[in-house]
Protein backbone atom coordinates (compact mmCIF):
# COMPACT_ATOMS: atom_id res chain seq x y z
CA UNK A 1 0.00 0.00 0.00
CA UNK A 2 1.44 3.59 -0.88
CA UNK A 3 1.17 5.68 2.29
CA UNK A 4 0.03 9.58 2.15
CA UNK A 5 2.67 11.74 0.96
CA UNK A 6 0.24 14.64 2.77
CA UNK A 7 0.80 13.34 6.25
CA UNK A 8 3.95 12.61 5.64
CA UNK A 9 5.69 15.10 4.31
CA UNK A 10 6.86 18.33 6.32
CA UNK A 11 6.93 22.10 5.51
CA UNK A 12 10.58 22.19 6.27
CA UNK A 13 11.74 21.88 2.26
CA UNK A 14 15.11 21.37 0.97
CA UNK A 15 16.60 23.89 -1.94
CA UNK A 16 15.05 22.89 -4.91
CA UNK A 17 16.82 19.92 -7.32
CA UNK A 18 15.46 18.69 -10.92
CA UNK A 19 15.34 14.98 -10.16
CA UNK A 20 15.30 12.41 -12.90
CA UNK A 21 12.31 9.41 -11.65
CA UNK A 22 12.84 6.33 -13.01
CA UNK A 23 10.06 3.92 -12.13
CA UNK A 24 7.79 1.52 -14.20
CA UNK A 25 4.80 1.04 -12.07
CA UNK A 26 2.46 4.44 -12.89
CA UNK A 27 1.39 4.27 -9.49
CA UNK A 28 4.40 4.60 -7.99
CA UNK A 29 5.54 6.86 -10.17
CA UNK A 30 2.31 9.21 -9.27
CA UNK A 31 3.33 9.07 -5.57
CA UNK A 32 6.60 10.03 -6.12
CA UNK A 33 6.34 12.86 -7.88
CA UNK A 34 3.73 13.93 -5.47
CA UNK A 35 6.34 13.59 -2.41
CA UNK A 36 9.07 14.92 -4.42
CA UNK A 37 6.76 18.27 -5.30
CA UNK A 38 5.68 18.80 -1.95
CA UNK A 39 9.27 18.57 -0.61
CA UNK A 40 9.87 21.63 -3.26
CA UNK A 41 12.04 19.55 -5.93
CA UNK A 42 10.94 19.23 -9.82
CA UNK A 43 10.49 16.09 -11.17
CA UNK A 44 12.09 16.95 -15.00
CA UNK A 45 11.60 13.38 -16.39
CA UNK A 46 9.85 10.29 -15.37
CA UNK A 47 11.44 7.21 -17.36
CA UNK A 48 9.94 3.52 -17.16
CA UNK A 49 12.94 1.61 -18.72
CA UNK A 50 16.70 1.53 -18.55
CA UNK A 51 17.50 2.92 -21.55
CA UNK A 52 15.10 5.81 -21.84
CA UNK A 53 17.26 6.58 -18.09
CA UNK A 54 20.24 6.61 -19.05
CA UNK A 55 19.31 9.04 -22.30
CA UNK A 56 17.19 11.40 -20.13
CA UNK A 57 20.21 11.46 -17.26
CA UNK A 58 22.63 12.84 -20.37
CA UNK A 59 20.58 14.47 -21.97
CA UNK A 60 19.18 16.47 -18.75
CA UNK A 61 21.87 16.45 -16.66
CA UNK A 62 19.70 16.34 -13.78
CA UNK A 63 20.60 17.34 -9.92
CA UNK A 64 19.91 13.92 -8.50
CA UNK A 65 18.56 10.16 -10.42
CA UNK A 66 16.05 7.90 -8.38
CA UNK A 67 16.58 4.58 -9.79
CA UNK A 68 14.40 1.39 -9.09
CA UNK A 69 15.80 -1.51 -10.17
CA UNK A 70 13.63 -3.78 -11.65
CA UNK A 71 12.80 -1.86 -14.81
CA UNK A 72 12.08 -3.76 -18.55
CA UNK A 73 14.75 -3.82 -21.21
CA UNK A 74 17.74 -2.59 -19.00
CA UNK A 75 17.57 -3.28 -15.16
CA UNK A 76 18.28 -0.33 -13.26
CA UNK A 77 21.84 -1.71 -12.11
CA UNK A 78 22.69 -1.47 -15.34
CA UNK A 79 21.49 1.78 -16.62
CA UNK A 80 22.57 3.21 -12.65
CA UNK A 81 26.09 2.08 -14.04
CA UNK A 82 25.64 3.69 -17.74
CA UNK A 83 24.73 6.96 -16.49
CA UNK A 84 27.72 6.75 -13.70
CA UNK A 85 30.09 6.10 -16.28
CA UNK A 86 29.79 9.02 -18.18
CA UNK A 87 28.37 11.43 -15.85
CA UNK A 88 28.69 12.17 -12.30
CA UNK A 89 25.41 13.02 -10.13
CA UNK A 90 23.97 11.66 -7.25
CA UNK A 91 21.99 8.65 -7.42
CA UNK A 92 19.16 6.94 -5.09
CA UNK A 93 18.59 2.93 -5.53
CA UNK A 94 14.90 2.04 -4.69
CA UNK A 95 14.51 -1.70 -4.96
CA UNK A 96 11.37 -3.96 -3.14
CA UNK A 97 13.85 -7.04 -3.80
CA UNK A 98 15.99 -8.20 -0.71
CA UNK A 99 17.40 -11.27 -2.26
CA UNK A 100 21.21 -11.91 -3.03
CA UNK A 101 21.62 -11.64 -6.39
CA UNK A 102 19.42 -8.08 -6.52
CA UNK A 103 22.25 -7.01 -3.42
CA UNK A 104 25.44 -8.19 -5.66
CA UNK A 105 24.04 -6.32 -8.58
CA UNK A 106 24.10 -3.13 -6.10
CA UNK A 107 27.32 -3.38 -4.39
CA UNK A 108 29.57 -2.73 -7.46
CA UNK A 109 27.32 0.56 -7.78
CA UNK A 110 28.85 4.07 -6.80
CA UNK A 111 26.04 5.49 -5.38
CA UNK A 112 25.10 7.25 -2.31
CA UNK A 113 21.84 6.26 -0.62
CA UNK A 114 19.13 2.54 -0.89
CA UNK A 115 15.74 2.76 -0.34
CA UNK A 116 13.48 -0.73 0.41
CA UNK A 117 9.89 -0.52 -1.32
CA UNK A 118 7.20 0.92 0.33
CA UNK A 119 8.93 3.66 1.28
CA UNK A 120 7.44 7.01 2.88
CA UNK A 121 7.74 10.00 2.29
CA UNK A 122 9.76 10.78 5.37
CA UNK A 123 12.15 7.95 4.37
CA UNK A 124 12.41 9.90 0.82
CA UNK A 125 13.42 13.10 2.47
CA UNK A 126 15.72 11.24 4.69
CA UNK A 127 17.41 9.30 1.59
CA UNK A 128 17.73 12.43 -0.63
CA UNK A 129 19.26 14.43 2.41
CA UNK A 130 21.77 11.68 2.92
CA UNK A 131 22.59 11.50 -1.18
CA UNK A 132 23.69 14.68 -1.30
CA UNK A 133 25.40 15.21 2.01
CA UNK A 134 27.99 11.88 0.61
CA UNK A 135 27.78 13.29 -3.02
CA UNK A 136 29.41 16.45 -1.82
CA UNK A 137 31.93 14.43 0.49
CA UNK A 138 32.58 12.48 -2.10
CA UNK A 139 33.44 15.62 -4.51
CA UNK A 140 35.16 17.60 -1.24
CA UNK A 141 37.33 14.65 -1.28
CA UNK A 142 38.23 14.60 -5.39
CA UNK A 143 39.16 18.38 -5.29
CA UNK A 144 41.34 17.84 -2.54
CA UNK A 145 43.14 14.65 -4.00
CA UNK A 146 43.30 17.50 -7.26
CA UNK A 147 44.89 20.08 -5.04
CA UNK A 148 47.30 17.94 -3.71
CA UNK A 149 47.97 16.11 -7.34
CA UNK A 150 48.49 19.32 -8.30
CA UNK A 151 51.37 20.15 -5.00
CA UNK A 152 53.06 16.63 -6.43
CA UNK A 153 53.50 17.58 -10.12
CA UNK A 154 54.38 21.28 -8.83
CA UNK A 155 57.29 19.58 -6.72
CA UNK A 156 58.46 17.03 -8.66
CA UNK A 157 56.34 14.69 -7.44
CA UNK A 158 57.15 10.70 -7.40
CA UNK A 159 59.80 9.11 -8.74
CA UNK A 160 58.82 8.56 -12.30
CA UNK A 161 56.45 11.72 -12.18
CA UNK A 162 59.19 14.19 -13.58
CA UNK A 163 59.34 11.29 -16.71
CA UNK A 164 56.33 10.03 -17.16
CA UNK A 165 54.00 13.02 -17.58
CA UNK A 166 50.90 12.20 -19.72
CA UNK A 167 52.08 14.66 -22.43
CA UNK A 168 55.50 12.23 -22.81
CA UNK A 169 53.49 9.59 -22.71
CA UNK A 170 51.88 10.21 -25.70
CA UNK A 171 54.91 10.39 -27.20
CA UNK A 172 54.97 6.10 -27.16
CA UNK A 173 51.75 5.87 -29.54
CA UNK A 174 49.24 6.26 -25.66
CA UNK A 175 46.29 8.05 -26.11
CA UNK A 176 45.46 11.24 -24.23
CA UNK A 177 43.25 9.48 -21.46
CA UNK A 178 45.78 6.44 -21.59
CA UNK A 179 48.49 8.58 -21.14
CA UNK A 180 46.75 10.55 -18.27
CA UNK A 181 46.31 7.09 -16.30
CA UNK A 182 49.74 5.56 -16.42
CA UNK A 183 50.84 8.65 -14.97
CA UNK A 184 49.00 8.20 -12.27
CA UNK A 185 49.50 4.68 -12.63
CA UNK A 186 53.48 5.49 -12.12
CA UNK A 187 52.69 7.50 -8.98
CA UNK A 188 51.02 4.25 -7.37
CA UNK A 189 47.47 5.63 -7.25
CA UNK A 190 44.35 2.70 -7.54
CA UNK A 191 41.78 2.75 -10.18
CA UNK A 192 39.43 4.10 -7.50
CA UNK A 193 41.74 7.24 -6.99
CA UNK A 194 42.58 7.64 -11.00
CA UNK A 195 38.82 7.63 -11.81
CA UNK A 196 38.21 10.57 -9.00
CA UNK A 197 41.10 12.08 -10.39
CA UNK A 198 39.98 12.12 -13.61
CA UNK A 199 36.41 12.56 -13.05
CA UNK A 200 35.61 8.76 -14.77
CA UNK A 201 34.84 5.71 -13.39
CA UNK A 202 37.30 2.98 -12.41
CA UNK A 203 35.67 0.78 -14.98
CA UNK A 204 36.52 3.17 -17.74
CA UNK A 205 39.90 3.28 -16.17
CA UNK A 206 40.36 -0.34 -16.17
CA UNK A 207 39.60 -0.71 -19.58
CA UNK A 208 41.99 2.12 -20.41
CA UNK A 209 44.84 0.32 -18.30
CA UNK A 210 44.20 -2.93 -20.42
CA UNK A 211 44.50 -1.16 -23.49
CA UNK A 212 48.25 0.14 -22.39
CA UNK A 213 49.45 -3.19 -21.16
CA UNK A 214 48.07 -4.41 -24.53
CA UNK A 215 50.26 -1.21 -26.39
CA UNK A 216 53.00 -1.66 -24.09
CA UNK A 217 53.22 -5.78 -24.44
CA UNK A 218 52.93 -5.96 -20.53
CA UNK A 219 50.88 -7.96 -18.19
CA UNK A 220 51.11 -5.77 -14.77
CA UNK A 221 50.76 -2.00 -13.43
CA UNK A 222 54.94 -2.63 -13.03
CA UNK A 223 55.86 -3.51 -15.82
CA UNK A 224 53.98 -1.25 -17.46
CA UNK A 225 55.48 2.09 -16.06
CA UNK A 226 58.97 -0.13 -16.71
CA UNK A 227 58.54 -0.30 -20.10
CA UNK A 228 57.35 3.05 -20.91
CA UNK A 229 60.19 4.82 -18.72
CA UNK A 230 62.38 2.45 -21.10
CA UNK A 231 60.59 4.09 -24.33
CA UNK A 232 60.98 7.15 -23.59
CA UNK A 233 64.73 6.43 -22.69
CA UNK A 234 65.42 4.90 -26.02
CA UNK A 235 63.62 8.10 -27.63
CA UNK A 236 65.86 10.59 -25.71
CA UNK A 237 68.90 8.69 -27.00
CA UNK A 238 67.39 8.93 -30.89
Not at 60 to 79: E, Q, R, Y
Not at 85 to 102: K, L, M, Q
Amino acid sequence: MIPSPANSANSLKAPELSILLTEDEPDVARYITTVLKTLGHRVVAVASEGHEAVDLALKLSPDLVIMDIDLPKMNGATAARKILERSSVPVIICTGRSDDDALESLRALNVQAYLNKPFSAVQLKSAIAITLAQYDLHDQARRKILELSGVLEKGGGLADAAVLTAQRLQEIGLTKREAEVLHWVAQGKSNGDIAIILESSPRTVAKHIEHVFLKLGVESRTAAVAEARRRLQEADKE
